[in-house]
């Protein structure tokens, strides 16, 4: 009898990779919309309100204490205010700061976690990990994950689309399949009027499909001395993609049809293609066709959030956000997808609540915690889960590291994410390595 992982792995490789599959259990969720905050959001600012860090604003760290013992580059330190007041917000009360108002009204359908943490401070590792599980790496995307275990259920558009106007840290490897199949690697999908490059065709569609058939022809005769390249078969299904997405992604990206009432909630001006808001739009548009993974970049032109010099920066980013996000959810709601849309925000890490000086304009980076949160398909909607310290220094109440945080996003999916794996050079991978647990309480 053949082993469960070795079994699962022969099941995969037969036929078409983008078939669709059944996950391992019943799940509720059956997309994901993952939105990045690229550069590390002060969770002190945002998420995770600390009076006693306002109180205690000023009070020097001494280098010996056990929160601060053996980091780098200090020689004196000092708790930083959060600069930004927080209220509670809906009727679950989580207190949300001044710079999500938006964002503050949807909590009742959100889960927050205020106790996560990670292993890296630098941005290329901790990024590539929050989208890999691997910090030194190249390790198939969690998107490339959930496209290899679900496959696609719209062979007219890739199962995994990147939304972003230019590249954060780790570039392509965040979105990329590695050992996987090819066929699961990320779109990249750039805001503008051509956000997918060189769609129109240049011959009418019946010489088109002649070519192709020619071309797949020719295609399969090489490969079939060439049987254990996958590249090869990838290429060919990228063909027959491309040919799909010649109908489905300019229709998929044209608003047009999209009310003033819709386009006036997400802060979009009717025939703008650019920014967070047209991103926003487009990732809701993308998962009513049958996009399996849609993973939203914040990587616009005024920055991103990596707030050294100027915690100010917040704000900007922040209202750039704040009510696409919030229309996003509202819509996905008022149209029933948000009951089988998983929506994840996150950032990399978190920033420090603490400085050089007090009165110090900025933050550094701060992987000992952090604030994510869901909401969607599956996720107990209006809590908090975990907490950090009092000044916010370390997650301490029900920690969540990055890999329970994939086991959990995998779970929300129908997957067991120790059983989620693919064989590569004599060893069986997973999204979550040797690691990772369930975080049980934010499952409905």
Sequence with gaps: MLFPAILQQLQADEGDPLAPREPHFPAKAKRVIFLFMTGGVSHVDTFDPKPALTRDHGKELKLDHP???????????????????????GECGTEVSELFPH?????????????????????????LAMHTGSFTQSRPSIGSWLSYGLGTVNRNLPSFVVLAPAQTYAGTQVYASDFLPGAHQGTLVVPGDSPVANLAPRVSPDRQTLELAALRSLNEQHLASRADDPTLSARMR??????????????????AKETDETLASYGLPRGQTTGFAWQCLAARRLVERGVRFVEVIDTGSSGNWDSHGNMLDHARLAKQVDQPIAAMLKDLKRTGLLEDTLVVWTTEFGRTPFNNTADAAGREHHPWAFSSWLAGAGVKPGI??????????????????LHDFHATILHLMGFDHEKLTYRNAGRDFRLTDVHGQVVKDVLA
Aim: hydrophobic share 35%.
């Design 384 to 401: 908090v889960h975990g907490a950090t310290d009092e000044h916010g220094l370390r997650a301490q109440e029900k920690p969540v590291h």
């Design 103 to 127: 964002v503050g009204g949807c909590v009742d359908d959100i889960a927050v976690i205020r106790s996560m943490h990670t292993s890296h401070s630098n941005h290329y590792n901790a990024t």
């Design 238 to 255: 990228a063909f027959q993609t491309a040919f799909g997405m010649q109908m489905a992604v300019p229709e998929a990206f044209d608003f």
């Design 67 to 89: 929160e601060i013992k053996n980091r780098p580059g200090y020689e004196r330190i000092f708790l930083k205010r959060p600069q930004w007041a927080f209220t509670p917000h």
